[in-house]
Nanobody, 117 residues
Framework: VSVVESGGGLVEPGGSLTLSCVTSGVPFGEYHASWHRQTPGKERELVAFITGDGYNSRMVDSVKCRFTISRDNIRDTVFLEMNSLKPDDTGVYYC???????????WGQGTLVIVST
């Protein structure tokens, strides 16, 4: 199984980034997907979640109206579009797959996002 995030980088406050999570080795449509972020000294936190069929999603309050999660079940990829970025959005962003009918889960290695002038 492979879960690989990309798209992180340095961006100024107010800017935008789109993260991608390319997966392989699992029946992608049978897995919910989510994005999590971690900053030094803090626990990893859920940012956004999307169901396996892509029809339902939710964001944490701190990113609502700024971030959008989506998925392409043909390309086995999950996206996180991030707009109006703030310094507090800085962190390592991780992609996670969670089995819809099993306890299996898979994490990527993370991609670093830095929001700074």
């Amino acid at each position: 199984v492979s879960v690989v995030e990309s798209g992180g980088g340095l961006v100024e406050p107010g800017g935008s980034l789109t993260l991608s999570c390319v997966t392989s080795g699992v029946p992608f449509g049978e897995y919910h997907a989510s994005w999590h972020r971690q900053t030094p000294g803090k626990e990893r936190e859920l940012v956004a979640f999307i169901t396996g069929d892509g029809y339902n999603s939710r964001m944490v309050d701190s990113v609502k109206c700024r971030f959008t999660i989506s998925r392409d079940n043909i390309r086995d990829t999950v996206f996180l579009e991030m707009n109006s970025l703030k310094p507090d959005d800085t962190g390592v962003y991780y992609c996670k797959l969670q089995g819809m009918s099993s306890n299996k889960e898979w994490w990527g290695q993370g991609t670093l996002v830095i929001v700074s002038t």
